[in-house]
């Protein structure tokens, strides 16, 4: 069975960093992109970026509104993929989801995990 | 970026009818390779979203034949058969022709 298990939030004040954790599972995760989705709590689905696989030599590309705080990275020995984060803000507070990507179709997410930035 | 415009935004409907989500996108989703990536999620209430439907007609592993997609260039259309309580929820569709990857706002479908 495909699976993705995200690990790693949880509270953190403002300013402060924090990295979730991508685990897959039933496949492969060497063969395909893996992109982070996060969603504020009412709200609906922000891309923040993704990963390629090595053919295509791991290449990144994330949305202009991170300003460059957020970083993706993966391990393939380990099935996993990991999203860094830095000087975070209370609007960062969201659920993150890591999915994996295959052809621009995002066929299969995480169960999420919950983000709260707060003092 | 690319703008994807739902309609409507909420939708009840009769068990057993059916619903129409429009998606319309600021620019046409036709890809270089000719493929139109317009694809179509689900997510259920306290749910991750899940795939349903890719390269706007193509239906995901283990969805049902209840869901189908149309459209081209800009205008695209998710259809609802026969609508089962499980169906509840938002919907998105989201493009992956340019990036950065967008969604539409979503549209919530609950039964009357």
């Known amino acids: 069975e495909v699976q993705l298990v995200e690990s790693g939030g949880g509270l953190v004040q403002p300013g402060g960093s924090l990295r979730l954790s991508c685990e897959a599972s039933?496949?492969?995760?060497?063969?395909?992109?893996v992109a982070w989705v996060r969603q504020a709590p009412g709200k609906g689905l922000e891309w923040l970026g993704r990963i390629a696989h090595a053919p295509d030599n791991y290449n990144t590309l994330y949305a202009a509104s991170l300003r460059g705080r957020f970083i993706i990275s993966r391990d393939d020995s380990k099935n996993s993929a990991f999203l860094q984060m830095h000087s975070l803000q209370s609007d960062d507070t969201a659920v993150y989801y890591c999915?994996?990507?295959?052809?621009?179709?995002?066929?299969?997410w995480g169960q999420g995990i919950l983000v709260t930035v707060s003092s | 970026d690319i703008v994807l415009t739902q309609t409507p935004l909420f939708s009840p409907v009769t068990l057993g009818q059916s619903a129409s989500i429009s998606c319309k996108s600021s620019?046409?989703?036709?890809?270089?390779?000719?493929?139109?990536?317009l694809t179509w999620l689900h997510q259920r209430p306290g749910q991750s979203p899940r795939l349903l439907i890719y390269e706007v007609f193509n239906r995901f592993s283990r969805v049902p034949d209840r869901f189908s997609g149309s459209g081209s260039g800009t205008d695209f259309t998710l259809k609802i058969s026969r609508v089962e309580a499980e169906d509840v929820g938002v919907y998105y569709c989201m493009q992956g022709m340019l990036s950065p990857p967008t969604f539409g706002q979503g549209t919530t479908v609950d039964i009357k």
């Open positions: 999915t994996r990507e295959n052809w621009a179709a995002y066929e299969y």
């Open positions: 039933g496949f492969a995760l060497s063969s395909y992109y």
């Open positions: 620019q046409s989703l036709v890809s270089r390779d000719g493929k139109t990536y």
